[in-house]
């Protein structure tokens, strides 16, 4: 299940129901231009993305070691090796 409801996400119920885990953990500047080119966001969106590296990323992977350790986790970090995945090569 998709999802990030920033401080109204409930991560932990839905990591403990999941069997595998998919994290998109693509680069700062491709998330950036692809959410330029996207829409316009408010200014505490832009504050999420240029801070989320060193935030909330560590939330999400402590989130993960503590309600889905026996799930399968993929990190992700750019759109080729997530095709690689998807294609299952």
């Known amino acids: 299940m998709d ?6 996400d409930v991560l932990g119920v839905r990591l403990q129901a999941a069997d595998t885990v998919i994290v998109l953990d693509f680069g700062f500047f491709l998330c950036l231009t692809r959410a330029i080119r996207r829409s316009k966001e408010r200014m505490d969106f832009w504050w999420w993305l240029s801070t989320w590296r060193w935030i909330e990323r ?4 402590r989130a993960i070691i503590e309600y889905a ?7 992700l970090s ?9 294609s299952g090569a």
């Open 69 to 75: 350790a026996r799930a399968d986790v993929s990190m």
């Open 3 to 8: 999802g990030d409801l920033g401080r109204y």
């Open 58 to 61: 560590p939330k999400i992977k």
């Open 78 to 86: 750019d759109p080729e090796e997530l095709e690689r995945f998807l």
